[in-house]
């Protein structure tokens, strides 16, 4: 140990410890280091997590953005959507016009086109031709008694210049010889009658077209009651039948174009609007455009169709694809309120191509319209929206 000693005037013997004191002053410097530290941890760990809590808390009401677009009012091409059935322009049922019989030949079927009076079917005619033969001997029975008839009143007019016949026995023979050539035009007409007959036995097309069905076989007995034999499109021309509703029926009229496209093909198939009903069905509110199509093989009768009925232009907000959502309760937008707020909106769409999605109905075109992220939306919603530049 270093040990200092002094001595004063009073003889008192003092002893310092210098080693002592060092570690003392060590002490109280690391103390101080540390509460130092203390102090600054205290100030700035707590000003930190307080900046992170206020971030956190900014991100948890952070109001997302969004884009909008106020699409206006754009003039695109007016195309009115139907569905209907398809059947032939002019169905034309086929039966038999005489008086029946059994039918001993059938000569086509349905998908065969045939000619104007052409056969499709053959009844046995046994029974009217052995009646033909009759009144066919009859006319001859006539004709002879009509020859004799006209002979003796020729030598009565010759015997009468000679004064062996009288004017009452000349009247007698020319009577009978009228009656005989009237009785040769009766068995004629009878025999007509009954060829003519035979002739509505068979089964003939009234025009010319393409047959649709066939409801007759050989062997089955036809009368005038059995109804249609077959059944006739005329020409082969075919036809859809669109239902409408009144508001849409305002805009067609005879002549327009169509595109018809039968259900389950793709093959599309312009046609022409050739008659537009002058009555609304008072059940279904619809009415019927009946649009007449080319033949083809896909277009069937009874068959379903779709079609889009060009009208001309009309003015309507026009809206990307992207805008356009729809869930069970049909299709819709959404729109920001003046409150900045998400707004749902149902509509009803139009045509639907590269340049968009017409709206037909729902909006006025002067709304705020949520371009994109509906799906992350919600009705009533805070957002912050950023207009964007209609197209």
Do not use: C
């Not at 002019?90 to 000619?115: K, Y």
């Not at 040769?184 to 060829?195: F, H, I, K, N």
């Amino acid at each position: 140990m270093n040990r200092e000693s002094s001595f004063h005037s009073s003889d008192t013997l003092v002893v310092v410890d210098r080693s002592r004191r060092r570690r003392q002053l060590i002490i109280a410097a690391a103390v101080g280091v540390l509460a130092l530290l203390v102090v600054l941890f205290l100030i700035f760990g707590r000003g930190g997590s307080d900046k992170a809590a206020q971030q956190a808390a900014a991100g948890a009401g952070q109001v997302p953005s969004v884009t909008v677009v106020v699409p206006g009012q754009t003039a695109v091409g007016r195309v009115i959507g139907a569905s209907g059935p398809l059947g032939a322009k002019r169905d034309q049922p086929v039966g038999i016009a005489g008086s029946g019989g059994r039918v001993v030949s059938v000569l086509v079927d349905a998908g065969s086109w045939v000619r104007a009076g052409q056969t499709l079917a053959v009844v046995d005619r046994s029974v009217q031709a052995q009646q033909a033969s009759q009144l066919a001997a009859q006319v001859e029975a006539a004709r002879a008694n009509a020859a004799l008839a006209q002979s003796n009143y020729d030598r009565a007019i010759a015997l009468q210049g000679r004064g062996f016949v009288s004017k009452a026995e000349i009247d007698s023979k020319k009577a009978s010889r009228d009656a005989a050539f009237a009785q040769v035009r009766v068995a004629q007409a009878q025999l007509g009658a009954t060829r003519a007959e035979i002739g509505r036995l068979n089964v003939i097309a009234p025009t010319s077209g393409l047959i649709l069905s066939r409801s007759v076989e050989v062997g089955q007995i036809v009368s005038p009651g059995s109804g249609a034999l077959f059944r006739l499109a005329e020409a082969g021309q075919m036809e859809m039948r669109a239902q409408l509703s009144q508001q849409d029926l305002t805009y067609v009229h005879t002549g327009m174009n169509a595109q018809v496209t039968p259900v389950g093909s793709d093959r599309t198939f312009t046609g022409t609007v050739w008659q537009v009903s002058p009555v609304i069905d008072p059940q279904s509110r619809l009415g019927d455009v009946r649009i007449a199509v080319p033949y083809d093989p896909s277009m069937r009768p009874g068959g379903f169709a779709e079609a889009k009925i060009t009208s001309g232009t009309t003015m309507a907000p026009l809206l990307p694809q992207s805008a356009v959502l729809s869930d069970d309760a049909g299709n819709y937008v959404y729109i920001i309120n003046g409150k900045n707020e998400v707004e749902r909106r149902n509509i009803q769409i139009g045509t639907v191509n590269d340049n968009g999605v017409t709206i037909k109905s729902g909006i006025s075109g002067n709304e705020r319209v949520v371009l994109s992220a509906g799906p992350f939306l919600n009705p009533g919603q805070k957002v912050n929206p950023r207009r964007q530049a209609a197209r």
